[in-house]
């Protein structure tokens, strides 16, 4: 859904996508909640712990609706939080808003 707009790149573990964030800084991370080894959650306090990281927007995009999961995950301030299967208008518009942050 993203690739025509978007340069895109995927991981399937948080390790591998910390590993690919220090080799190249992306202006945005989309991150599941549920992923092998550790979650979205230990993924993005990792991102948070890491000076170069740190300030890379986060946006979950994930299937998890239970409340305290959610509430875990924004006490570490992601750009946003959208649940599958997400409205294609909404996350692009969400996107364009974050990017311009940026």
Do not use: H, W
């Not at 790149?9 to 945005?28: E, H, N």
């Not at 299967?85 to 940026?102: C, S």
Request: hydrophobic share 45%; glycine share 4%.
């Amino acid at each position: 859904m993203l690739e025509e707009d978007y340069e895109v790149a995927g991981a399937i573990s948080g390790v591998q996508a910390t590993t690919f964030i220090g080799k190249k800084r992306p202006d945005l991370i989309l991150l599941d909640y549920e992923m092998p080894v550790c979650d979205g959650k230990m993924t993005l306090e990792m991102i948070r712990a890491d000076e170069d990281m740190k300030d890379i927007p986060v946006i979950f995009l994930t299937a998890v609706n239970d409340k305290a999961n959610i509430e875990a995950v924004l006490k570490l301030k992601p750009a946003g939080y959208f649940l599958k299967p997400v409205v294609k208008d909404r996350l692009f518009a969400e996107i364009e808003k974050v990017l311009e942050r940026v």
